[in-house]
């Protein structure tokens, strides 16, 4: 959700997590965690962030968000009970996805 930079720190992240032999998928209901990268310069964009966060949550998955939003408000209303992940951490992808699959 949002500027280049985002996706470049998504392809970042897919590429680390395909290396310790994660499969990547666009399927949402295919996938046991989300992985939401967020931009907070944009409101709509991070309106549609908080949307598919809380379909998240509401579906039972475990969800990692990772970009702008968590680094700039970790106490925003929503993000309670998921994994963050902010700009500057993005090479520690991987620990946290296993972290938040395990519960």
């Known amino acids: 959700f949002g500027c280049a930079h985002n996706i470049s720190d998504g392809e ?25 990268n967020s931009c907070t310069v944009k409101d709509p964009s991070q309106a549609s962030f908080m949307r598919v966060v809380t379909e998240g949550k509401d579906k039972g998955k475990g969800v990692v968000v990772a970009g702008c939003v968590p680094q700039a408000d970790r106490k925003l209303k929503g993000l309670e009970d ?3 992940i902010g700009v500057s951490q993005i090479e520690n992808i991987v620990s946290v996805v296993e972290d938040t699959a395990k519960g």
């Open 82 to 84: 998921v994994s963050m």
């Open 12 to 36: 970042y992240m897919k590429g680390a997590l395909k290396t310790y032999g994660y499969t990547v998928t666009d399927k949402r209901e295919d996938a046991q965690v989300w992985v939401i």
